[in-house]
């Protein structure tokens, strides 16, 4: 049998005879590692599995086996999680509705991440070239030397990856792709152009190359062949005018497209999810008619709704934060979150451009980096925020006011307003079991209009100083038993949410107490406690100044 002949058997076997391996991933072998060339492939007899199918299939897996099946996803599992699922048990593209921050691009990346199997690619090939998709005639051709009858206007692979083939044969070099490197984003601006969608000739291959101009060789993929095997998503789509989206109807509705006056069908096997806004969504005219109706489940998003997913979220988004020393409390984060929250209720607030969960995000990388700022850079100690580096947050704030002029002013007025209301909420909460019998020893501690001073700049235990804060409890002796409680509190509830958290897979490593507390912690909830104290009833405390904590006035 000469050599054309035992390819011709080869190939024929693999692509006839079911699967010679275990799957651990939909279509994925067992020793996918160890399959590093196309020999390997038909010595198996792989087979691909479509883009739908893989999320499909791996989903139900997830489910079965009682794995979360978007991890990084969180406060939707009581509404967006049940419709997404449905939506990819169906085989649907999506179309993820929501104001800014409400973790649509999320969602996405993560069905791509965890939903879709990795695939074996031609090394080097841009649109992800799988050479057992390439029909059986034209493979044996390939291997053999040989011309392809082409009977057919259908794209199968590159030029490039076809003279990789024929170059290397059964040789071939293949790289597993995972999904997340099958995942293509881009955002839906004006200046994108058809041919950014559906690809181009490009000039300077025809140039550099000497081919025809309609030759597939001057070809040049767009994002949807970028994403082949893939997902693509969309994000602002009713920003495509009207005539860059009927470019996708015939990808969504027959899963085929063509370009230019090539004589080619391409057809990518991809899933298409896309974002809007609800104010742009509902506009008429901004998603044509046919596109929304092939974009088969539509999903409304929403902000988290309760604190504790929020601050998840929050903990889960942080970024660009090295330093080993960071302890942040729970009520730093309840306070920091309240602030958010209590924005998404304010009627001088714009909601429809809304009050994105970044916000929150970015100003507790900010309350870090204060806290890092004004005393641990220059001090052996750990960076735990205080409520008086909370106004260091105002350059994270982007919401619009909607009643008022909207300027820095008015929203720097409003965000003061904001952060004082948490305070009070967040404060009283932790003096909540506090009963007048212990508000009346605290008073009797500042009397003789004894004051407590607080400062950014004030450390919890400063042996060079005699001003710091565990000097000043000493002197408030009722005080300081109240705030020893609050720590025992604060330090319980940082292990609950941990536990929380590793349900969830987000990193805690920001709120894991340290091994030693240098008194940046006491410092901060003696903070917490003196706020506290100016909205107990009775009143104990009251701000005498910004820095400056003393008796109230009994008379007032």
Not at 240 to 264: C, H, M, N
Request: include cysteine.
């Amino acid at each position: 049998m000469d050599s054309k002949e035992k390819v011709k058997k080869a190939v024929h076997h693999s692509y006839t005879m079911a699967p010679n391996y275990t799957e651990i991933m939909a279509g994925l072998p067992d020793n996918f590692r160890q399959l590093t060339r196309l020999r390997d492939l038909l010595e198996i007899n792989y087979k691909y599995i479509s883009v739908q199918d893989q999320m499909r299939r791996n989903l139900v897996s997830r489910l079965k086996n009682g794995v979360k099946p978007l991890p990084g996803v969180i406060g939707y599992e009581l509404d967006v999680l049940p419709s997404l699922i449905r939506a990819i048990l169906a085989g649907h593209d999506v179309l993820l509705i929501g104001e800014i921050g409400q973790a649509k691009t999320r969602i996405a990346e993560s069905v791509a991440k965890h939903l879709l199997s990795p695939i074996p690619v031609v090394e080097g090939s841009l649109m992800h070239d799988i050479p057992i998709t390439i029909s059986e005639d034209h493979l044996v051709a390939m291997l053999s030397d040989e011309e392809i009858l082409k009977t057919s206007p259908d794209f199968a692979i590159s030029t490039d990856c076809e003279k990789t083939i024929r170059n290397n044969k059964l040789d071939t070099r293949i790289k597993w792709v995972e999904g997340i490197h099958r995942y293509r984003y881009f955002l839906a601006t004006p200046d994108v152009s058809v041919k950014d969608l559906v690809g181009q000739i490009d000039a300077m291959r025809i140039a550099k190359k000497g081919i025809e101009i309609y030759d597939i060789e001057s070809y040049t993929p767009g994002y949807l062949l970028q994403a082949n095997h893939g997902m693509m998503c969309i994000d602002e789509l009713p920003v495509l005018d009207p005539r860059k989206q009927v470019a996708l109807l015939s990808v969504l509705q027959e899963g085929k497209f063509t370009t230019g006056s090539y004589p080619i069908t391409f057809r990518p096997d991809i899933s298409i999810f896309a974002t809007a806004n609800p104010t742009d969504y509902t506009h008429s005219g901004r998603i044509i008619e046919p596109l929304s109706d092939r974009l088969r489940s539509h999903i409304k998003t929403h902000y988290p709704v309760g604190l504790e997913d929020e601050i998840m979220i929050i903990l889960q988004e942080i970024r660009g934060l090295n330093s080993s020393r960071v302890f942040v409390p729970v009520f730093i984060l309840r306070t920091l979150v309240r602030i958010v929250q209590n924005a998404r209720s304010r009627a001088e607030i714009n909601q429809e451009k809304g009050v994105s969960v970044r916000m929150g995000v970015h100003s507790m990388e900010l309350l870090i980096s204060e806290s890092e700022r004004s005393r641990s850079l220059f001090h052996a100690v750990t960076s735990v925020p205080r409520y008086c580096d909370f106004g260091s947050i105002l350059q994270a704030v982007k919401f619009e006011l909607s009643e008022m002029d909207d300027n820095f002013e008015s929203r720097s007025r409003l965000l003061g307003k904001l952060i004082d209301e948490a305070l009070k909420t967040i404060s009283l909460d932790y003096l909540g079991t506090v009963d007048s019998k212990e508000l009346q020893l605290i008073r009797k501690d500042f009397s003789n209009d004894s004051r407590f001073n607080v400062s950014q700049k004030m450390l919890g235990v400063d042996p060079s100083s005699s001003g710091d804060y565990q000097v000043q409890l000493k002197k408030f002796p009722h005080l300081e038993q109240l705030v020893v409680k609050t720590i025992d509190r604060v330090l319980n509830e940082q292990d609950e949410i941990i536990e929380r958290l590793k349900r969830h897979d987000v990193n805690s490593h920001f709120i894991s107490t340290p091994p030693q507390l240098d008194g940046e912690l006491m410092a901060s909830v003696t903070e917490l406690v003196l706020e506290g104290l100016t909205w107990t009833e009775p009143v104990v405390l009251e701000k005498k100044s910004q820095s400056e904590f003393g008796l109230r006035d009994s008379n007032e």
